[in-house]
């Protein structure tokens, strides 16, 4: 069993960062990829980044390659989505999400979900 809980959600202005955490428990966070999805109002869950277990490999949504970054600590059982040049499109609650296999959050299958952030972007 693992617990995902998140944090650092806010309400920024447009263009601004915003880093989110999940801390996951359990003993076994290191052997499970992590990832991030968001979901605005009115429409669908969306992929937004995956990391391996490891850290070495990472993966990213379309509409947010190149501003968002994921990155882990497994000594903290924790994973981050650094949030830069922040879009008021990127408006959503932000959930956190755990799979054995990076690839498969990719395509949403996920073992445990966090309750998620909300993220508020501000034009």
């Known amino acids: 069993q693992v617990q995902l809980v998140e944090s650092g959600g806010g309400l920024v202005q447009a263009g601004g960062s915003l880093r989110l955490s999940c801390a996951a428990s359990?003993?076994?966070?290191?052997?499970?990829?992590m990832g991030w999805f968001r979901q605005s109002p009115g429409k669908e869950r969306e992929f937004v980044a995956a990391?391996?277990?490891?850290?070495?490999?990472?993966y990213y949504g379309d509409s947010v390659k190149g501003r968002f970054t994921i990155s882990r600590d497994n000594a903290k059982n924790t994973v981050y989505l650094q949030m830069t040049s922040l879009k008021p499109e990127d408006t959503a609650v932000y959930y956190c999400a755990a799979y054995p296999s990076a690839p498969h959050i990719v395509a949403g299958l996920v073992d445990y979900w966090g309750k998620g952030t909300l993220v508020t972007v501000s034009s």
């Open positions: 359990g003993r076994t966070f290191s052997s499970y990829a």
């Open positions: 990391i391996s277990s490891s850290g070495g490999r990472t």
